[in-house]
């Protein structure tokens, strides 16, 4: 007797009630290749390196782990293949054929057992690095030109001009920066400027101008021969007289200014009025006075080791007697000589006292700057106490300086973090990001007629400031 239900048996013989399912058709497995790591190449990016124009290079693999051939063709992976070692360290998941059956295909390094090495995300304590096996060796990434403006050389950063990380030697501070202790590391870094070659200070020679100077001195060379003339063939000696006097007066003239034109210099500094930066237009040449403060790179004083700051000079004087060395080749007798001299500054902040803006001051990665900071007698040696100072002996040691019986002065001057100075400088403005700039010609200071100081020519920007050691710092 039938029943009015359908039933149907299954394949281990029960019989069930309803019709027998309809076959589904089986979803089209979906395939991928493993892409291999760039390692930041875009040559080897596909895509990215058809929008480059670039010829795409074919990934290599160091071969498989097992016997079963690799596979360069997409298209699912066998259950044969185990796993294949791609250079880099990948990982991707590939659907097999199964609905519920998946098997992953890993790259990367391997341990002694053949299964992959976790890792771990995240930082790593204590600054250890982890090592891992590398199958084809290391990629060096090729990085695209990108147009991105930066501050400085560009071999200055943290890449070298291939885009490789740059190896810096020496220690670290906590943020990651190299410090400078040494006069070494100074000469060796762009980012300080380093004016120990430059003459200190004012130089009459250098702001006179030689024509100048040249047809002064033909007038009176001329005036003289007219005079002798006359005096021997007239036997008048008011021509001669006139020119002795005239030649007297020019020459007490320069003599003078030789003497005090770098006193003047400074007084013509601290007489030249403030700017403020809020209304200071792009391209003026101003003068700004306040609080320092230190860029990416402070330095330290040579000597006295004061650390963050943002100017140093040290220099070596000696005196010179009668039967004394001479301390360079234009030392003279019963005076006293430039030695040796170092000489560094870098980029910093300044904050103006009129406006309180902050403004980056460009005397970093070998500006044009002219400094006229004080500097403060250290150490003052002479034959008999040259042994109470170990510290003067050990600092002229480094240098490779003979400590033999010479009189001996180190001053050194600084400009440390805090300190109050003034900047002479070009403004300059870009977006939002306030600078003060070397001028592209030197600046004049003309004729100071009540004080009989001829002109003088100031060149990059100029420093100013006093004695640190005898004035307290602002803490910033």
């Not at 039933?7 to 027998?20: C, D, I, K, M």
């Not at 009176?220 to 008048?236: Q, S, T, Y």
């Not at 030695?339 to 001051?361: C, W």
């Amino acid at each position: 007797m039938g029943s009015r239900f359908p039933a149907h048996q299954l394949s281990n013989g029960l019989y069930v009630s309803g019709r027998p399912e309809q076959p589904k058709e089986k979803a089209p497995t979906m395939s991928s290749t493993a892409m291999p790591y760039t390692g930041g190449d875009i040559k080897k990016s596909g895509e990215l390196g058809k929008m480059f124009d670039l010829h795409v290079e074919k990934s290599r693999k160091s071969g498989p782990l097992t016997n079963a051939s690799s596979r360069n063709s997409s298209g699912p992976i066998p259950p044969a293949v185990s796993r294949s070692s791609y250079s880099g360290s990948l990982s991707s998941s590939v659907p097999g054929t199964g609905g519920s059956n998946r098997q992953k295909s890993n790259s990367g390094p391997l341990n002694k057992h053949g299964e992959p090495v976790k890792k771990s995300s995240g930082p790593q304590s204590g600054g250890v690095t982890p090592m891992a096996r590398q199958n084809s060796g290391p990629l060096t990434p090729v990085l695209p030109t990108t147009g991105l403006i930066t501050s400085g050389p560009i071999s200055s950063g943290p890449l070298n001009s291939s885009g490789a990380p740059r190896k810096v030697s020496g220690p670290l501070d906590s943020t990651g920066s190299m410090k400078l202790h040494s006069t070494t590391s100074f000469a060796h870094n762009q980012a300080v400027t380093n004016l120990s070659q430059v003459e200190d200070g004012y130089s009459f020679k250098g702001s006179f101008p030689k024509p100048m100077l040249y047809a002064i001195i033909l007038l009176f060379v001329m005036g003289f021969i007219a005079g002798g003339f006359i005096l021997g063939a007239v036997h008048n000696a008011i021509l001669l007289i006139v020119i002795v006097v005239i030649f007297a007066a020019v020459a007490a003239l320069f003599i003078y200014n030789i003497c005090s034109g770098k006193r003047a210099i400074i007084g013509f500094i601290g007489h030249y009025p403030d700017a403020e930066l809020r209304t200071a237009k792009d391209g003026q040449y101003v003068k700004v006075s306040g609080v320092v403060t230190c860029g990416n790179v402070p330095l330290e004083s040579s000597f006295q080791k004061v650390p963050r700051c943002v100017y140093t000079s040290t220099s070596l004087y000696e005196y010179r007697g009668w039967d004394s060395k001479a301390a360079n080749t234009q030392h003279r007798r019963f005076t006293w000589g430039l030695r040796s001299m170092e000489r560094h500054v870098v980029d910093f902040y300044i904050s103006d006292f009129q406006s309180g803006l902050r403004a980056l001051v460009k005397t970093g990665y070998g500006a044009r700057v002219t400094p006229y900071v004080d500097e403060s007698i250290v150490v003052d040696v002479n034959p008999d106490n040259k042994d109470m100072s170990p510290e003067f002996l050990r600092w002229l040691r480094e240098r490779n300086l003979s400590s033999d019986d010479r009189i001996m002065r180190l001053k050194e001057g600084y400009i440390k973090e805090g300190s109050t100075v003034s900047v002479m400088g070009v403004v300059q403005r870009n977006e939002n990001v306030l600078m003060i700039v070397p001028p592209s010609e030197p600046f004049s200071t003309g004729c100071q007629w009540a004080k009989c100081i001829l002109p003088a020519s100031l060149e990059g920007i100029v420093l100013r400031c006093e004695d640190t050691s005898k004035i307290d710092v602002i803490p910033v």
